[in-house]
């Protein structure tokens, strides 16, 4: 039993992301997404990181989020099955070229209303829509036309996406959040900016450059909302986990404190609402110059965040010394040096609950603003039994010590308004493509290649889940 309440009105929930989980990727108008692009294995990791051979899906290709796990027509005995677990929130996000298929141009009615009837068959389960405005899926037009985020083009066109949806959803949605994982586009700059480089190019200068943007983008959508949507609440989302230094090595220690900084950036901007001090320094260091315009930093100051959305799979451990670098492995694709006193998952993914709670406390005392958990999860290959079960114990062990520990930081006084754990559902790995790294309470039967009969089946966690919930997260088992 946990010793820990958590507020009667905490959002606990799960996550889902619109290209992982929809599938019916050019019906009901939509327009191709960049993610439409990723195929499966070694190629995806290489395009999402800027080398993209072809703005066409190829012919001889197999493209995850093309089928994903048909939530488009099936979300309806989907969410049936989440309101049967109890939740209060689901995390969606809405595919910008479902709303404005080329990325600009008039808006398509029927992509609008796929969303209005998504959320009013959350409301009929007393389920909260928190909806994501950017989840990796820039339209390839986009892409095409202006060369994804590095063009200054994208800040009004996501403005007026923004607007679109703020004014169509101001009776449905109070919970939003602009740019997934902004960070990410400094590690997958094609999934999280839709950049494509090109030989020689200044590859940080396009980043940064393409960062400022969706910055002054995101505070636009901040302003917007806030002009829009009564009482509405509008979040950054950050991909986080704590850097460790390996030694107490000064030079480890200013290292981890940098890398924390690398992604720290962001939010500061978003929630601080100027461009920091070091990050100016970094900017002379490494020669880039940030076109900015006037008045951006005026929109960045007054448009900031009201919580700090984030995903926690791992903590990260940095070391200068290039012997311990040569054992390195990962945390939600960032790199990061094996820690000895940590397990890791099949993926490679390290698994330090008490970092949950450390990232939870750094991100608080940094920002003094409520946070959202938003994503969490553990990824397992999941085997279904003869009887037709799956006993996810794995699952349940790393959610219930996450839990546990998200708990202590409440009584650490850390606010959060809720818990979205990523993947309610099996859906397409965002890193891998893999059907088979799955996260869901709820089995789909459907594999890497796209084979199945997408049936969805009750694992042992679904139940579990359904108990933490029903007991305001006191239990949560032996
Ligand atoms: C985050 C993304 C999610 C989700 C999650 C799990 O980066 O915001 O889209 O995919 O990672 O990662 P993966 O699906 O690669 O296991």
Not at 187 to 203: R, S
Not at 239 to 252: I, L, V
Not at 320 to 331: A, F, L, Q
Not at 336 to 344: A, F, G, T
């Amino acid at each position: 039993m946990s010793s820990f309440i958590f507020p009667k009105d905490f959002l606990w929930g799960g996550a889902l992301a619109a290209n992982q989980a929809e599938g019916a990727y050019l019906e009901g108008g939509k327009g191709l997404s960049l993610v439409d692009l990723l195929p499966t294995g070694e190629k995806r990791m290489s395009i999402m990181k800027g080398n993209v051979p072809s703005l066409t899906p190829l012919e001889s290709e197999f493209y995850p989020s093309h089928g994903a796990i048909d939530f488009y027509h099936q979300y309806r005995e989907d969410i049936a099955l989440f309101a049967e677990m109890g939740f209060k929130a689901l995390r969606v996000s809405i595919a910008w070229a479902r709303i404005f298929p080329t990325g600009e141009d008039a808006p398509n009615e029927a992509g609008l209303q796929f969303y209005d009837d998504l959320f009013d068959e959350l409301h009929k389960h007393g389920i909260q829509p928190v909806v994501t405005l950017a989840h990796f899926d820039v339209p390839v037009d986009l892409v095409e036309k202006y060369g994804g985020w590095r063009s200054r083009k994208l800040v009004n066109l996501f403005e007026t996406y923004a607007k679109t949806v703020f004014a169509r959803y101001k009776d449905k949605v109070k919970y939003w959040m602009t740019f997934n994982e902004i960070n990410m586009l400094l590690h997958l700059p094609f999934l999280g900016a839709g950049l494509v480089f090109q030989e020689g190019e200044n590859v940080k200068q396009i980043q940064y450059q393409a960062a400022h943007h969706q910055l002054v983008a995101s505070a636009l959508a901040v302003k917007a909302g806030h002009e829009i949507i009564p009482d509405v609440q509008i979040g950054c989302m950050l991909a986080a986990g704590s850097f460790y230094p390996y030694t107490c090595n000064p030079e480890d220690v200013y290292q981890g404190m940098e890398k924390d900084r690398e992604s720290y950036f962001f939010i500061d901007v978003q929630s601080r609402g100027e461009y920091p001090g070091y990050a100016k320094r970094f900017f002379k260091d490494h020669g880039l110059n940030i076109e900015m315009e006037p008045g951006d930093a005026d929109i960045l100051k007054n448009h900031t965040v009201d919580y700090i959305g984030f995903s926690y799979y791992s903590s990260r451990t940095t070391s200068t010394d290039p012997e311990v670098v040569k054992n390195m492995t990962s945390g939600n694709v960032f790199g990061s040096v094996s820690n000895p006193y940590l397990d890791k998952s099949d993926w490679g993914w390290t698994i330090d609950p008490k970092g949950f709670r450390i990232t939870a406390n750094q991100l608080h005392d940094r920002y003094q603003k409520p946070l959202f958990v938003v994503e969490n999860g553990f990824g397992a290959n999941d085997v279904v039994t003869p009887e037709g079960e799956v006993n996810d114990d794995y699952r349940i062990d790393y959610l219930k010590r996450h839990i546990a520990e998200m708990g202590e930081a409440l009584q650490d006084g850390v606010e959060i308004i809720g818990y979205t754990s990523w993947g309610p559902i099996d859906i397409v790995s965002a890193s891998s493509g893999e059907m088979k790294k799955r996260y869901g309470y709820i089995y789909v039967d459907r594999d890497n290649e796209g084979n199945g009969s997408l049936k969805r089946i009750k694992k042992k966690s679904f139940h579990w889940y359904k108990n933490v919930i029903q007991s305001d997260g006191e239990n949560l088992g032996e």
